[in-house]
């Protein structure tokens, strides 16, 4: 079965501390996608990043970096120098190809509050 | 990625009545979604709006409650129907745009509260 687990419910941390943002996925496909998407105070869902299960290669974009392994089935999320704009719900989500439904998974979300 | 946009952003509804909420992107996509986000509460998937047919309903998610359209591929509808406080959510359509980037974009949702 499809999971999703970010077992942080929430994290406080003082403005320019790094934070890193835990996920632990479960599927049997083996072909999947992961996702991160950023929910402020306002409620839109922001879409931060795709990654697809064949590559592993971590990613940054900015302050934000993503390390993927397959081996502890985990897409953690690093943000570096955080900052208040930074505080919002994040949430990672898996989408599996081989339904080709498109359904996204969601884990519970993280509520990251980052103060001055 | 697709612009989004959402009608009504907020509404206050009595209980018993109805509530549609549109959903309306800037270019055509091949699938449309529905979720709902109970407060608090992570993203659950109503259904997928399909165009021209049915929309197909998650478990425990039903036609009578959520009645959906879809006339095109820009548009689609959700109905909340015959409310009660639970209803209270922000509702989210998503999108996921050709060329199969399997990359869901949302609509900044509506926040629906029931009294």
């Known amino acids: 079965a499809q999971k999703v687990t970010q077992a942080q419910t929430e994290i406080s941390v003082v403005e320019k501390e790094d934070v890193t943002l835990d996920c632990v996925y479960e599927?049997?496909?083996?072909?999947?996608?992961l996702f991160w998407y950023k929910q402020p105070p306002s409620g839109e869902l922001v879409f931060l990043i795709r990654r697809n299960s064949f590559d592993e290669q971590n990613e940054i974009s900015g302050r934000y970096s993503w390390n993927f392994q397959k081996s502890t089935s985990s897409f953690n999320f690093t943000i570096t120098a955080s900052q208040v704009v930074d505080s919002a719900v994040y949430f990672c989500a898996l989408s599996e190809a081989r339904s080709n439904t498109g359904k996204l998974i969601f884990g519970q979300g993280t509520t990251l509050q980052v103060k001055p | 990625s697709a612009v989004i946009s959402q009608k009504p952003s907020r509404d206050i509804c009595q209980r018993g009545t109805s509530l549609t909420i549109q959903c309306q992107v800037d270019?055509?996509?091949?699938?449309m979604f529905w979720y709902r986000q109970q407060p608090g509460q992570s993203l659950t998937l109503i259904a997928t709006a399909n165009q021209g047919s049915e929309a197909t309903y998650e478990s425990g998610f039903v036609i009578d409650k959520f009645p959906i359209s879809r006339p095109n591929l820009t548009f689609s509808t959700l109905t909340v129907s015959n409310m009660s406080p639970e209803d209270s959510s922000i509702y989210l359509c998503s999108v996921r745009t050709s060329g199969g980037t399997d990359t869901q974009y949302f609509g900044p949702g509506t926040r629906l509260t029931v009294l």
């Open positions: 270019s055509q996509v091949t699938m």
């Open positions: 599927t049997r496909d083996t072909t999947y996608y």
